[in-house]
C-alpha cells in the first residue's frame, strides 16, 4: 500500500515536470506539444471509490495550468476524462463490473488498451483546443489540431507506458 | 431528509465531478476576461522559480544569437549618436534649462524565462516583478519589435500577454501615412499578425513597415513590428492585412519593459473629456 502511494506522488511530480518543461517546448512540426501529462489517468488504480482519482486529477490540471497560464483549461479536462475513464472501459470491454485491486492495462490485450488510450486522448485534446479556441467559427483548427496533437500523445504514451510498466 | 442523504451517497462521484467541473469553468471564464486579473497564472513563487532554474540552462544555448541581436542594436545606436553628433557640431550650442527637459518613457531590462508561441493564447513568464517596478499594463518590446504587454505581476515574475494571443488589441499605424489600425493575431502562424480596421482610404502596399501608433498610452509611438506580406481588398475595404514581424517570436530572450511616466495623466485627461 505504501509502496503505491510513493509511485503515484513520484508519476505525479515526474509528469507534472515532463509535461511542462520538455512536452510544452516540444513543437513538433512547428506547434505540436504533446500532451503526456493524461498518461495519469490511464494508469492510477483502477478503484470502486473515485474521488480520489477526481481530485488528484484535478489538481495536476490546475497546476498544469498554472504554468501554461490557460486558466483553468487543462484541469476541465482531465477531470472530465477522470469520470468517464470507467464507463468508457467497461464499454470497451464488454464487461458489466471490473476485477479491482487486480486488474491495470497491461491485464487486457493490447489492441483493447490502446483503443481505451485513444478515445480519452481524443476526448481530453478535443476539449483543450475547443475551450483553447473556444469558438465554433475555429472548428476545422480545433479537429486539425486535436487529431495532429493527439497521434503524438497516444505515441508517447503507449510508448512510456509499455517502457515502464511491468508486465503481469 | 433520508432520501436526500441517500441520493447524495448515491451520486457522490457525480456530484464531486461536476463541482470540480464548475470550479475549474469559473477559473476558464476569469481568464477570458481581459480586465480582471488572473488568479491561475505563472508569475508566482513556485513556477517562476522553476522556469527560471530552467532557463539558467536553456538561454547558455542562445548566447550565440544573444550576442548577434545585441551587437545588432549596438549598431543600430552609434549609428543614432553618429548622427547626432553630426547635427550638433553644424549648430554648434549649448542648452541649460532643466525645465525644458522631461522623460516621457523609462525602460527597463527583464529576461523572458518561459515562452509560449504555439497555442492560440499565449503567455510570456519574465523573471522581475512588482519589486523591480513592474505593474500590469506595461509594455514590453524588445531591439526588434514589440512583445506584449504586462497582464500579471508577483513579487518576482510577471506574465505577460503576448502579441501572440486572441485578447491582444494593439494600436498601430502605417509608417508613411499615419492611418491607425489594430493589431491582433487569427492563430495560424507565429511569424505572421494580422491589421484590422485601417480606413479604406489607406493606402497599403506589400512592403510597407508597421510601426506602434501613438494612440495607446502603453507604446511609444514609432516602435517597428513588422512589413505588410499580403491583404484582400474587397467590398470597398480592407478584409484582411498580413503582417510579416520583425520580431522571430519563436527566439525571444533579453527585453525592455517601457513604463510611460505620463500615462496617468493621460489617461485621466482623456477620462475626463469622456465624462463631460
Given at each position: 500500500?505504501?509502496?503505491?502511494?510513493?509511485?503515484?506522488?513520484?508519476?505525479?511530480?515526474?509528469?507534472?515536470?515532463?509535461?511542462?518543461?520538455?512536452f510544452?517546448?516540444?513543437?513538433?512540426?512547428?506547434n505540436?506539444?504533446?500532451m503526456?501529462?493524461?498518461?495519469?489517468?490511464?494508469?492510477?488504480?483502477?478503484?470502486?471509490?473515485?474521488s480520489?482519482?477526481?481530485?488528484?486529477?484535478?489538481?495536476?490540471?490546475?497546476?498544469?495550468?498554472?504554468?501554461?497560464d490557460?486558466?483553468?483549461?487543462?484541469?476541465?479536462?482531465?477531470?472530465?476524462?477522470a469520470?468517464?475513464?470507467?464507463?468508457?472501459?467497461?464499454?470497451?470491454?464488454?464487461?458489466?463490473?471490473?476485477?479491482?485491486?487486480?486488474?491495470?492495462?497491461r491485464?487486457?490485450?493490447?489492441?483493447k488498451?490502446?483503443l481505451?488510450?485513444?478515445?480519452?486522448?481524443?476526448?481530453?485534446?478535443?476539449?483543450?483546443?475547443?475551450?483553447?479556441?473556444?469558438?465554433?467559427?475555429?472548428?476545422?483548427?480545433?479537429?486539425?489540431?486535436?487529431?495532429?496533437?493527439?497521434?503524438?500523445?497516444?505515441?508517447?504514451?503507449?510508448?512510456?507506458?509499455?517502457?515502464?510498466?511491468?508486465?503481469? | 431528509?433520508?432520501?436526500?442523504?441517500?441520493?447524495?451517497?448515491k451520486?457522490?462521484?457525480?456530484?464531486?465531478?461536476?463541482i470540480?467541473?464548475?470550479?475549474?469553468?469559473?477559473?476558464?471564464?476569469?481568464?477570458?476576461s481581459?480586465?480582471?486579473?488572473?488568479?491561475?497564472?505563472?508569475?508566482?513563487?513556485?513556477?517562476?522559480?522553476?522556469?527560471?532554474?530552467?532557463?539558467?540552462?536553456?538561454?547558455?544555448?542562445?548566447?550565440?544569437?544573444?550576442?548577434?541581436?545585441?551587437?545588432?542594436?549596438?549598431?543600430?545606436?552609434?549609428?543614432?549618436?553618429?548622427?547626432?553628433?553630426?547635427?550638433?557640431?553644424?549648430?554648434?550650442?549649448?542648452?541649460?534649462?532643466?525645465?525644458?527637459?522631461?522623460?516621457?518613457?523609462?525602460?527597463?531590462?527583464a529576461?523572458?524565462?518561459?515562452?509560449?508561441?504555439?497555442?492560440?493564447?499565449n503567455f510570456?513568464?519574465?523573471?522581475?516583478?512588482?519589486?523591480?517596478?513592474?505593474?500590469?499594463?506595461?509594455?514590453?518590446?524588445?531591439?526588434?519589435?514589440?512583445?506584449?504587454?504586462?497582464?500579471?505581476?508577483?513579487?518576482?515574475?510577471?506574465?505577460?500577454?503576448?502579441?501572440?494571443?486572441?485578447?491582444?488589441?494593439?494600436?498601430?499605424?502605417?509608417?508613411?501615412?499615419?492611418?491607425?489600425?489594430?493589431?491582433?493575431?487569427?492563430?495560424?502562424?507565429?511569424?505572421?499578425?494580422?491589421?484590422?480596421?485601417?480606413?479604406?482610404?489607406?493606402?497599403?502596399?506589400?512592403g510597407?513597415?508597421?510601426?506602434?501608433?501613438?494612440?495607446?498610452?502603453?507604446?511609444?509611438?514609432?516602435?517597428?513590428?513588422?512589413?505588410?506580406?499580403?491583404?484582400k481588398?474587397?467590398?470597398?475595404?480592407?478584409?484582411?492585412?498580413?503582417?510579416?514581424?520583425?520580431?522571430?517570436?519563436?527566439?525571444?530572450?533579453?527585453?525592455?519593459?517601457?513604463?510611460?511616466?505620463?500615462?496617468?495623466?493621460?489617461?485621466?485627461?482623456?477620462?475626463?473629456?469622456v465624462n463631460?
Open positions: 500500500m505504501n509502496n503505491l502511494v510513493l509511485n503515484n506522488t513520484i508519476r505525479f511530480i515526474a509528469l507534472l515536470f515532463l509535461q511542462v518543461l520538455i510544452n517546448h516540444m513543437n513538433i512540426f512547428g505540436v506539444n504533446p503526456v501529462y493524461i498518461t495519469w489517468v490511464f494508469l492510477f488504480p483502477f478503484r470502486k471509490k473515485r480520489l482519482l477526481l481530485i488528484l486529477s484535478f489538481l495536476l490540471g490546475i497546476s498544469i495550468d498554472f504554468f501554461s490557460s486558466g483553468g483549461i487543462n484541469a476541465f479536462a482531465i477531470t472530465f476524462i469520470y468517464f475513464r470507467l464507463p468508457i472501459l467497461m464499454a470497451i470491454l464488454r464487461r458489466p463490473d471490473l476485477d479491482y485491486g487486480q486488474f491495470n492495462l491485464t487486457i490485450s493490447t489492441n488498451a490502446f481505451f488510450i485513444a478515445t480519452l486522448t481524443l476526448i481530453h485534446h478535443f476539449i483543450v483546443f475547443g475551450l483553447e479556441y473556444f469558438s465554433f467559427s475555429a472548428i476545422l483548427s480545433i479537429i486539425s489540431n486535436t487529431i495532429l496533437t493527439s497521434i503524438f500523445t497516444i505515441l508517447i504514451c503507449t510508448l512510456g507506458i509499455v517502457l515502464f510498466t511491468k508486465k503481469k | 431528509m433520508r432520501r436526500i442523504i441517500y441520493l447524495i451517497k451520486f457522490r462521484y457525480f456530484l464531486l465531478f461536476i470540480l467541473e464548475i470550479l475549474a469553468f469559473i477559473i476558464i471564464i476569469q481568464d477570458h481581459y480586465h480582471q486579473s488572473k488568479f491561475v497564472n505563472s508569475a508566482n513563487f513556485f513556477t517562476g522559480g522553476l522556469y527560471n532554474k530552467a532557463n539558467s540552462i536553456n538561454e547558455f544555448f542562445h548566447l550565440r544569437k544573444d550576442n548577434q541581436l545585441l551587437s545588432e542594436e549596438n549598431a543600430r545606436l552609434k549609428n543614432l549618436l553618429e548622427k547626432r553628433e553630426n547635427t550638433y557640431a553644424i549648430d554648434s550650442f549649448t542648452v541649460i534649462d532643466t525645465s525644458q527637459y522631461f522623460q516621457k518613457y523609462d525602460y527597463s531590462v529576461k523572458i524565462i518561459n515562452n509560449n508561441y504555439t497555442k492560440r493564447n510570456i513568464t519574465l523573471n522581475k516583478g512588482a519589486k523591480h517596478g513592474l505593474t500590469p499594463d506595461l509594455g514590453v518590446v524588445n531591439s526588434k519589435g514589440i512583445i506584449g504587454v504586462i497582464k500579471n505581476v508577483s513579487a518576482n515574475y510577471a506574465t505577460v500577454l503576448s502579441i501572440l494571443n486572441s485578447n491582444s488589441n494593439i494600436n498601430v499605424r502605417l509608417k508613411n501615412s499615419n492611418h491607425f489600425g489594430t493589431l491582433v493575431w487569427d492563430g495560424k502562424d507565429y511569424n505572421i499578425t494580422q491589421v484590422i480596421d485601417i480606413p479604406r482610404q489607406a493606402v497599403v502596399k506589400a510597407d513597415t508597421i510601426v506602434t501608433g501613438g494612440k495607446s498610452a502603453i507604446f511609444p509611438e514609432g516602435i517597428e513590428v513588422g512589413v505588410v506580406k499580403d491583404f481588398y474587397a467590398q470597398n475595404k480592407y478584409q484582411i492585412i498580413n503582417i510579416l514581424l520583425f520580431n522571430d517570436m519563436s527566439a525571444i530572450g533579453e527585453v525592455q519593459i517601457v513604463k510611460n511616466l505620463h500615462k496617468d495623466e493621460q489617461v485621466t485627461l482623456e477620462q475626463s473629456v463631460e
